[in-house]
Every structure is written in structure tokens, then in C-alpha cells.
């Protein structure tokens, strides 16, 4: 095809899984962590206490992962997105407590990098436009709640609690 801006091939899922699997293959190359007489196992990404991390650090996976399971709670609560006998700031109050603190878990640990936050404001737009009747456009431009301004107060209370703790 003549609009085709990238070679064939480059991009695609294949090829990322075929990349994938390259660096998880490599992590048997590097030197093994001993704990006692015990050799632990170099993997490449592993789940700690519902966080995923990946030994490249790559943060999007982690985001991709908790906005997977925030629409997943966002979906078992679709009956209420549609009742119109609830009120709208109940209905987002719900969406605070239930959706954004599952996509918030591990949060501290984000870089908010351009496309993390466009990630963060996609996912945002198309649950609040279900909720508050607004299109997509009008969420995404200046959105109910913001979530990015949430998480900026959510990381400040954090490192204040922080650094008001004790050394040890």
C-alpha cells in the first residue's frame, strides 16, 4: 500500500511478542541472586501485591494493567451508570471509591510520562461520558473529575507522610 508510513511489520503485535520474548529469554543470562544456599529466579515481569513491575521498568504495563482492572470493576457496576433514578453526584462519588482506587493502586511508582497520561485521561473520558451524559470530547477537554489533578493531591499526601516519618 502507497500510504503505508511504517515498513511492514514494524509495530505490530508479532513482532512485540517476538521482543517480548527475547528479554524474557535473556533474564536466564544474567547472574543469579543467591538467598542462602538458594539461587532465585531472574524473571522479567512478576506481580507484587497486585502491582505488576518489569525488569526493563517500563511503567506502562503496570498502568496498562490497573486500567484493565479499573474497567473491569467500571463494568460490573454498569447497572448503576444507567439508572437515571440515582443522582449524579452519588453516581460519582461510586465511581471515586470503586473504579479510581482500583487504578490508583501503585500509583507511587508511575512516571507520568505523555502517554501514561493520555492513557489516564482516555480511560477517564470514556467512563465519565456514560455517567454524566457529556460526549467524550467534552470529558477528555475538561473532564468531571479530574484524575490527574487526584493523583498529583494523592502523591503529595504520600510524600508528606513520608517525610514526616521516622528514619528507621
Known amino acids: 500500500c502507497k500510504y503505508r508510513s511504517k515498513p511492514r511489520g514494524t509495530g505490530s503485535r508479532t513482532v512485540k511478542a517476538a521482543q517480548h520474548q527475547k528479554r524474557v529469554l535473556a533474564q536466564d543470562q544474567y547472574d543469579k541472586v ?15 501485591v ?20 479499573a474497567r473491569s470493576t467500571y463494568g460490573t457496576l454498569y447497572n448503576l451508570w444507567n439508572d437515571g433514578s440515582l443522582p449524579l453526584k452519588l453516581k460519582l462519588h461510586w465511581y471515586q471509591t470503586y473504579v479510581v482506587s482500583v487504578l490508583f493502586y501503585g500509583h507511587t511508582s508511575w512516571k507520568l510520562t505523555k502517554k501514561v497520561v493520555a492513557m489516564i485521561r482516555n480511560f477517564n473520558a470514556k467512563c465519565l461520558y456514560k455517567i454524566t451524559g457529556r460526549t467524550p470530547e467534552q470529558e477528555s477537554r475538561m473532564p468531571t473529575i479530574d484524575l490527574l489533578q ?19
Do not use: F, P, T
Not at 152 to 167: F, N, P, Q, T
Open 34 to 48: 543467591m538467598c542462602g544456599e538458594h539461587a532465585l529466579k531472574n524473571v522479567y515481569q512478576c506481580e507484587s
Open 50 to 69: 497486585g502491582h505488576m513491575v518489569q525488569a526493563d521498568g517500563d511503567e506502562e504495563k503496570a498502568v496498562r494493567v490497573r486500567i484493565g482492572k
Open 150 to 168: 487526584e493523583l498529583r493531591v494523592r502523591r503529595a499526601k504520600w510524600v508528606g507522610h513520608i517525610l514526616r516519618s521516622e528514619e528507621e
